[in-house]
């Protein structure tokens, strides 16, 4: 067993000074250190770095085997894990091992941690800052790809700490002894059945000689695959059930919406873009890992998921307090107004249909503003608007054609416009028509507003007709009965 240094035992006399702390939770940290001697001088390397100050339960809600403080240069662990249980368990002293060794490499990591966060709050107001399209996601694939090299290489350490405490207590273990000592094992190692059972180390990950692992870049991103892609057996965030992308995605989402708040766009219509797909993140996990606007940003944020052609208008929502994922048809909470634009219109028709249509409107008006010498502008925003309202307030589930009224005895050219599914000279196309001056004039969040209004008398009207249909059908069959 390895004698502790005197700054260790420093670390170790403050954390026995905590009220929280137990006598038998000192007692079980200093055994686990000192079982391993890899593990010891990792703990002497980071004090004397500055980067360990601290030991310190972890709150009972958090979802963690341990975390690191970067603020207090501390290192949290759970009460549960290191208090001895009662028998006939015993304290699982392998994943301490693994976890401190984990811990104490994010300590390393934390400055190039900060590094990339500070170039993710400049991508995010260069990408806020443009006239058009503020597409954040390479912004937030750049900092969750530094996230995951954070995640990796701590893992590495955590298994160089595990391998050391198993050497330290049979010098010729074997890999098959390491993936009997912990359940993490599985994630460097992997067991082909017998007979004879054996174990090696996967494909993309190389071992030394004496079963520990460098950090290369190879085993760097080796371990990112075998341990943050892992998915949501990684049990993280508030409700055990995120994987690491998620973990950090939501994160990465709430300072991007932040933003995005603070730089509306001028016209009233959301630009937030985001592929989804791409980031490998899930509206519904970021939500319940809490998503966090602040107090000066509204609580529901619209943006496009460019992972689906067209595009599809979607909603994050506030919810750092509830962590709960707020469906796509819901309404944020109470009466407080949202913006940017549309941000409180439900969508209770099927997904990114109303994106669709206004997309189709929008550029058969940018085409009749061109046709006429003009150039499409916010004045071309509020028509698009206005217009997509106008088609489903009648039905229009696709414009063909935008076309303005012709001069006429009792009228000026251009006095009326007019939407159109179907050929103009078909006199059964779908088509309806609105004042040309009303609909450019109106603000867009009024037309967004009214469009919402349209949806969902729409759906109610659909749900009232599919209860017409039923109580018919039900009728029509006890009326058979009684025959």
């Known amino acids: 067993m390895t004698t502790l240094s005197a700054e260790t035992e420093r670390l170790l006399g403050e954390f026995a000074g905590k009220t929280d702390v137990t006598t038998d939770q000192v007692d079980n940290l200093r055994r686990i250190i000192a079982e391993s001697p890899v593990l010891a001088k990792q703990v002497d390397a980071a004090i004397a770095a500055g980067h360990l100050k601290h030991f310190e339960l972890q709150p009972a809600e958090t979802n963690a085997g341990g975390t690191y403080l970067g603020d207090t240069k501390s290192i949290a662990l759970p009460a549960s894990a290191l208090s001895t249980p009662a028998a006939p368990d015993t ?11 984990h811990e104490i490499q994010h300590g390393f990591n934390h400055a190039g941690t900060e ?3 500070e170039q993710f709050d400049a991508d995010l107001a260069e990408v806020a800052g443009r006239p058009t399209g503020h597409d954040y996601t390479e912004a937030i694939g750049t900092l969750l790809a530094a996230n995951r090299r954070d995640e ?3 893992n590495i350490e955590g298994w160089n700490a595990l391998a050391s405490r198993v050497r330290a207590a049979r010098p010729d273990a074997t890999l098959g002894d390491l993936y009997d000592a912990s359940t993490r094992s599985k994630q460097f190692v992997g067991l082909q059945p017998g007979p004879p059972v054996t174990y090696a180390a996967h494909p993309d990950l190389t071992l030394n000689d004496d079963l520990s692992m460098t950090a290369t870049a190879a085993n760097i991103e080796g371990m990112g695959k075998h341990y943050y892609d892992e998915g949501v057996s990684s049990r993280l965030g508030h409700n055990s059930n995120s994987d690491y992308q998620n973990y950090y995605g939501s994160y990465a989402i709430s300072l991007a919406c932040q933003y995005e708040a603070v730089n509306p766009a001028p016209d009233g219509i959301s630009r937030m873009e985001v592929n989804m797909r791409k980031l490998g993140l899930q509206e519904s996990l970021l939500e319940q890992n809490g998503l966090d606007f ?3 940003s509204p609580p529901r944020q619209p943006y496009f998921d460019t992972s689906t052609s067209p595009s599809t208008l979607r909603y994050f929502d506030h919810t750092a307090a509830t962590h709960v994922h707020v469906p796509i048809t819901a309404q944020p909470p109470g009466n407080t107004p949202v913006q940017p634009a549309g941000a409180d219109m439900p969508n ?6 109303d994106r669709s249509l206004h997309e189709q409107i929008r550029g058969k008006v940018a085409e009749l503003d061109a046709a006429n010498g003009r150039s499409f502008d ?3 925003e509020r028509l698009s608007a206005s217009l997509l309202v106008l088609a489903r307030e009648n039905g229009l589930d696709r414009v063909d054609h935008v076309v303005l009224s012709q001069q006429t005895g009792g009228a000026a050219a251009a006095q009326n416009i007019f939407v159109v599914k179907g050929a103009l000279d078909d ?3 779908l088509r309806a028509h609105s004042p040309t001056a009303e609909a450019a004039q109106r603000p867009v969040q009024e037309s967004l507003d009214n469009l919402a209004v349209v949806n969902q008398r729409q759906a109610e009207q659909a749900s009232q007709e ?3 249909q039923r109580e018919q059908v039900q009728e029509q069959q006890r009326s058979a009965l009684s025959h």
Not at 91 to 101: E, I, K, N, P, R
Request: glycine fraction near 8%.
């Open 115 to 117: 590094r990339a966060l």
């Open 152 to 154: 990796a290489s701590a």
């Open 348 to 353: 209770v028709l099927p997904e990114g249909r």
């Open 294 to 296: 602040g107090e000066a």
């Open 466 to 468: 599919q209860t017409r």
């Open 427 to 429: 006199p059964s196309s």
């Open 378 to 380: 916010a004045s071309s």
């Open 91 to 101: 304290l699982d002293a392998a994943d301490l091992t693994f976890v401190l060794g």
